[in-house]
Each structure stands twice: as structure tokens, then as C-alpha cells.
């Protein structure tokens, strides 16, 4: 409640006031807003997905020689639910990983990788 009180409620109180702000500030805001989330959730500093989550998505593997066995696809588990399991984390994440373009899919770096994935979500959202 002490970070939401003193942090929190104070970078989300007039946000939109940031958008003038240079690129070198948004950057210090956004590194004190991380560290009241690791301070909050107890996390270490660390840029991996929690194990919890990397358990619930499989990698697709052939069995055989495919095309697209090269194309990092995920496995998109079968659900019983069309309104619970269609929108369960594990159904949701491969099918958006499987849908972007496999120019972005593929890519090795973390810096490129994210300046691809907003230039293509940018593209999406202003069509």
C-alpha cells in the first residue's frame, strides 16, 4: 500500500502530461515504476518470464521434416470451453505468437525483436 500510495498513485496522476517529457526522463520514470514492482512482488531484477508462465507454452516440434518446423511456432492447446479456455493464457499467447510474420518470429535479438514487434503492432493499429 506504501509504494502504491507514494509511487504509484504520483505516475499516474496527470499522465498524460508525459507525453512532452523527453525520452531520457520517461526512461528514469519508468525505471523507478519497475522497481516499486519488484519492490512490491518481491522479484529480482531479471528479464525472463516467470516459470510459471514459460511452463504453460510448449514449443511445436515435428515429428517429421515440415516447412515450417524452422518457424518457432507454439503449440495452440485444444480447449473445451469456447468462452473460458479460447481466452485461457495458454490459448491465447501462441495463437497472437503464431499470427505475427515470421520475419519477427525469428529474430534472435531482444533489442530488434522489440523494436519489430511495436512497428508491426504500430502497423496493425493504424491501417
Do not use: E
Not at 526512461?27 to 516459470?51: D, G, W
Request: contains cysteine.
Amino acid at each position: 500500500m506504501v509504494i502504491h500510495a507514494f509511487i504509484s498513485s504520483r505516475l499516474d496522476y496527470c499522465n498524460s502530461l508525459f507525453t512532452c517529457l523527453s525520452k531520457t526522463s520517461l526512461n528514469r520514470l519508468q525505471t523507478v515504476q519497475n522497481a516499486a514492482a519488484r519492490l512490491l512482488t518481491k522479484a529480482k531484477r531479471s528479464h525472463q518470464a516467470p516459470p510459471y508462465l514459460v511452463d504453460l507454452i510448449q514449443i511445436d516440434s515435428a515429428s517429421c521434416s515440415l516447412r515450417s518446423s524452422g518457424q518457432k511456432l507454439l503449440v495452440v492447446p485444444p480447449t473445451r470451453l469456447k468462452t473460458r479456455g479460447d481466452h485461457a493464457f495458454q490459448a491465447v499467447v501462441p495463437k497472437l505468437w503464431n499470427a505475427l510474420p515470421s520475419s519477427v518470429r525469428s529474430l534472435d535479438s531482444k533489442v530488434v525483436f522489440r523494436r519489430q514487434i511495436k512497428t508491426f503492432l504500430f502497423r496493425q493499429a493504424f491501417r
